[in-house]
């Protein structure tokens, strides 16, 4: 069966320190894979998307990227937290055929002080 | 994607079946429609998922209206631990790869 990891589980980090947020899956070979970010009290929003080694596309533009070193890895990442960057930051994966249900993980959650 | 709306919140007695309606007025023939779960703190759960046939699985029951307008999710005997908020979204597949868009859902409280 397939699994995804993230961690950490929580995470408190200073404005403008550096971010690194990694997401492991198993189980399955060029998966899909997609970060998203749930602000308190907000709606899931897909931040970026990967169909392939380092191929990252960007939904929203903003003080995160991210990169796919591995089939199976996904790295969301920044060089200079701000406070609006808190939030729930999701993993997700998919299998490259029609309409294969998105999984997510336990995610991250990350406070910005 | 399509929108979709659903009410914000809705109450279960324990044990009773849990409707959870969903409205998709502007579906679009090649969408299809996603039922997926959050529980408190943790990651959406997917339950669910059909084009214009109810189907069944081990969690739960879709029905899809026959103008694909509308959709309810049926938990036949909901626990206390099916409280979350439940999230309905449709969905295109586009070049090989498919998001999901998702709005604020259904706060579903199931109680004693």
């Known amino acids: 069966s397939q699994t995804i990891h993230q961690w950490p589980a929580t995470l408190v980090q200073p404005v403008g320190s550096p971010l690194s947020l990694e997401c492991t899956v198993e189980?399955?070979?060029?998966?899909?894979l997609y970060w998203y970010r749930q602000a308190a009290g907000r709606g899931l929003q897909l931040l970026f998307y990967s169909v392939g080694i380092g191929q990252i596309s960007s939904e929203v533009p903003q003080n995160l990227s991210a990169s796919r070193p591995q089939d199976r890895q996904f790295i969301l990442s920044s060089k200079k937290l701000l406070l609006s960057d808190s939030g729930f930051y999701l993993c997700?994966?998919?299998?490259?055929?029609?309409?294969?249900?998105?999984?997510f993980g336990n995610g991250t959650r990350l406070t910005v002080t | 994607d399509a929108k979709t709306t659903q009410p914000p919140s809705m109450d279960c007695a324990e044990g009773r079946a849990a409707n959870l309606p969903c409205n998709h007025s502007?579906?679009?023939?090649?969408?299809?429609v996603y039922w997926y779960r959050q529980i408190h703190s943790q990651g959406p759960q997917y339950i669910i998922h059909?084009?214009?046939n109810n189907e069944t699985n081990e969690m739960a029951s879709l029905i899809i209206t026959e103008d694909r307008k509308s959709s309810t999710l049926i938990l036949p005997h909901a626990t206390l631990r099916d409280t979350a908020v439940y999230y309905c979204i449709v969905r295109v597949e586009t070049s090989g790869y498919s998001t999901l868009t998702f709005g604020k859902g259904t706060m579903l409280l199931v109680s004693p």
């Open positions: 502007t579906i679009s023939g090649n969408e299809y």
């Open positions: 189980g399955t070979s060029n998966p899909n």
């Open positions: 997700a994966w998919s299998r490259v055929s029609y309409n294969s249900p998105l999984h």
């Open positions: 059909g084009l214009k």
